[in-house]
């Protein structure tokens, strides 16, 4: 049976402390085929970002020491903003990854996170998750190199509204538009079973927008913790190929240096 996380934080993260060595031989006992390292980098300054001319060779030497026991990739989770798209595709560029998740974690000026008090008082559901996915469409149309969109339905995790859920039902019309965008240019989206964890009892996006995904005839589909604790990595993993393939996929996306390739989900 092949189960990977694509998603997995290290102590090579600013928010997380994981020992990078621990989170391989956790992803190795659970029974992991793969494992994507996808350290954050993002260029708001109130980020800590890694030297990725270190990062890279530590890698690559892990990856050369667990060869015989698990897959490990090269990969980052890369904030998106177009404001700095010139920037993130250099970036992109510059280093080797086998494999690129692209995030929505500012909007616009505000970091969804530590300024959600300015971008989400005084403003309504509607109007702030509006400008949430419109910034997102905006970064799929300025940025290159990504593989996957992480967490499409980010917005929800820091919502201060009675019901922060994004459901199809209600933003349809922008999930559509950025959906067909990624799938226009062979780019993809993830499960993120990291609700588990933000007390929501659902992965991101949940399966209404999943469905949807694959009704436009979306087919690159990674799945990923989104895990910061070594006991975290995995986590849900099984239940995340589940709803793949309740939601209508057949096959599971992995990468090599960056291009897609599929294994039946079983
Ligand atoms: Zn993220
Ligand atoms: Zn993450």
Do not use: W
């Not at 177009?82 to 595709?89: A, F, P, T």
Request: glycine content about 8%.
């Amino acid at each position: 049976m092949f189960r990977a996380d694509y998603h997995v934080h290290t102590e090579y993260s600013f928010d997380s402390e994981a020992p990078i060595n621990a989170v391989i031989e956790r992803a190795i006992a659970l029974g992991l085929k793969e494992i994507a390292v996808t350290d954050h980098v993002d260029f708001d300054p109130r980020y800590y970002i890694t030297d990725y001319n270190k990062y890279i060779p530590i890698i690559e030497a892990l990856k050369e020491k667990y060869s015989d026991k698990i897959n490990i990739l090269t990969a980052v989770e890369l904030g998106l903003e177009s404001r700095m798209s010139d920037k993130l595709n250099k970036f992109m560029a510059d280093f080797p990854f086998d494999f690129v998740i692209g995030s929505s974690h500012g909007v616009g000026m505000l970091d969804v996170y530590y300024d959600r008090t300015r971008l989400f008082e005084g403003r309504s559901k509607k109007e702030a998750y509006g400008i949430y996915f419109e910034e997102l469409y905006k970064n799929i149309l300025t940025c290159f190199g990504f593989n996957v969109y992480g967490h499409i339905d980010y917005i929800s995790r820091y919502g201060m509204y009675d019901d922060n859920s994004v459901k199809y039902s209600e933003f349809g019309d922008y999930i559509d538009e950025c959906l067909k965008a990624l799938i226009d240019r062979g780019l993809g989206i993830e499960i993120n079973t990291s609700g588990f964890r933000y007390g929501i009892e659902a992965t991101y996006p949940s399966v209404d927008i999943l469905k949807r995904y694959k009704e436009l005839g979306g087919e690159i589909l990674t799945c990923g913790s989104d895990s910061h604790r070594v006991e975290d990595v995995g986590d849900h993993i099984d239940y995340a190929y589940h709803l793949a393939s309740e939601s209508g996929f057949r096959y599971i996306t992995v990468f090599r240096q960056r291009k897609p390739e599929f294994i039946g989900i079983d």
